[in-house]
């Protein structure tokens, strides 16, 4: 409310960076921007869905009542150079363990889903946004869908064949699955990402492991060509 105060004191542009938390977990598959998704709004990720939620109300009210221009973008996971380490986010925890030689850590199964985009997509997807004379909502994601034990796997592929995997008890209310319909997007944007996972990660990877080990093998020329 603040920053959207501000927006409508200076006459800015304003862009919300929402979540695909607000489709909680989809009975719709993939998720379209016109889904209004499954949140339990009293569950222990309700304050971060319905906060994000929330936002976009507020977001749009303000378009709607006091002639704001706003943009609206629903992020899906993105990964890339520069993460923290230990935010918690299933790329970075994956791998960080596997370079320190720690078990990946799965939660329930590992049947549930992800799309994960390059940070680099996600950018160029918010810069067309930010550009265009769309409000959006728009998925900015990449439509790529992987398991927890795909994604597993890729970690293993790039890092160390032999990492192993550490199953524990599933988080309450996890999404059982997570994909954009980027469809929007392509149509009004003209954006899709360019990145794939096995792209990208190797990049990731190798910024992560100077940053853990100060390893100076690491080519800085691929973070500056992005």
Known sequence: MNMLGLAKRVGA?????????????????????????????????????????????????????????????????????????????????????ALRKEPMTVYGDGKQTRSFQFVSDLVEGLMRLMEGNHVGPFNLGNPGEFTMLELAKVVQETIDPNAKIEFRPNTEDDPHKRKPDITKAKQLLGWEPAVSLRQGLPMMVDDFRQRIFGDDKQDSANLLTI
């Not at 993939?30 to 109300?57: F, H, L, M």
């Not at 977001?59 to 221009?69: A, F, Q, S």
């Open 13 to 97: 542009r304003f862009l919300i960076t929402s979540t695909s938390e607000v489709y909680g977990d989809p009975l719709q598959h993939p998720q379209a921007e016109t889904y209004w998704g499954n949140v339990n709004p009293i569950g222990v990720r309700s304050c971060y869905d319905e906060g994000k939620r929330t936002a976009e109300t507020l977001t749009m009210d303000y378009h709607r009542g006091l002639n704001i221009e706003v943009r609206i973008a629903r992020i899906f996971n993105t990964y890339g150079p520069r993460m923290c380490i230990d935010d918690g986010r299933v790329v970075s925890n994956f791998v960080a363990q």
